[in-house]
């Protein structure tokens, strides 16, 4: 069991828009400490893709963006692409387990 | 580029040790804390233990909590995941990433490909 709590599944069709929650509680996105959000390509090592709830790193699209509202986070994805497909997985800090991780979401592009 | 490279895996017994080691390029690494994730077959992302840049400061997941240590060589540019007392749920590809300091909580900004230890009798 996750301390952060993500859907094990979201899918889209090319072009459209997904989004993908991520939620805590009062001991890590709440207490508030920021979340930050990987991309893992099928076979490779996790992506740093969003960090501070809402930015994204050089080199990152813009159709990637997160936001964070009380002890949840979402990660959105427009204009989706096939290359998209992939695992996505939100991290932040507990007080009590230290860095933590969501279940992780697979993305799949229909 | 920053650049990290894990090695030292393999397969091991239960109740056997192994360490791990991750080569850091291209920062750095002197003024940066380290991390140790991992992902178990088919599984999530687990963070398991992290180091201060002068290795001052060491945090642990409860689950590896006194059976695991790491430590650095900054001398080197080397990470360290000393690893005992292992058992199958400890079998997984090992990550090591360099954190990135935020005002409210670090970032994992770089990532090795990876090491896998399998244990197993």
């Known amino acids: 069991q996750s301390v952060l709590t993500q859907p094990p599944s979201v899918s889209g069709a090319p072009g459209q828009r997904v989004t993908i929650s991520c939620t805590g509680s009062?001991?890590?996105?709440?207490?508030?400490?920021?979340v930050h959000w990987y991309q893992q390509l099928p076979g490779t090592a996790p992506k740093f893709l969003i960090y501070?709830?809402?930015n994204r790193p050089s080199g990152v699209p813009e159709r990637f963006s997160g936001s964070k509202s009380g002890t949840s986070a979402s990660l959105a994805i427009t204009g989706l692409q096939p290359e998209d497909e992939a695992d996505y997985y939100c991290?932040?800090?507990?007080?009590?387990?230290?860095?933590?991780f969501g279940g992780g979401t697979k993305l799949t592009v229909l | 580029q920053a650049q990290l490279v894990e090695s030292g895996g393999g397969v091991v017994q239960p109740g056997g040790s192994l360490r791990l080691s991750c080569a850091a390029s291209?920062?750095?690494?002197?003024?940066?804390?380290m991390h140790w994730a991992r992902q178990a077959p088919g599984k999530g992302l687990e963070w398991v233990a992290f180091?201060?840049?002068?290795?001052?400061?060491?945090r642990y997941a409860n689950s590896v909590k006194g059976r695991f240590t790491i430590s650095r060589d900054n001398s080197k540019n080397t990470l360290y995941l000393q690893m005992s007392s292992l058992t199958s749920e400890d079998t997984a590809l090992y990550y090591c990433?360099?954190?990135?300091?935020?005002?409210?909580?670090?970032?994992?900004?770089?990532w090795g490909q990876g090491t896998r230890v399998t244990v197993s009798s």
């Open positions: 291209g920062f750095d690494f002197s003024i940066y804390g």
């Open positions: 009062s001991s890590n996105i709440g207490a508030p400490y920021d």
């Open positions: 990433a360099k954190d990135w300091p935020q005002p409210l909580n670090d970032a994992f900004d770089v």
């Open positions: 180091i201060r840049y002068d290795g001052g400061n060491r």
């Open positions: 501070g709830n809402n």
């Open positions: 991290q932040s800090y507990d007080s009590l387990s230290g860095w933590v």
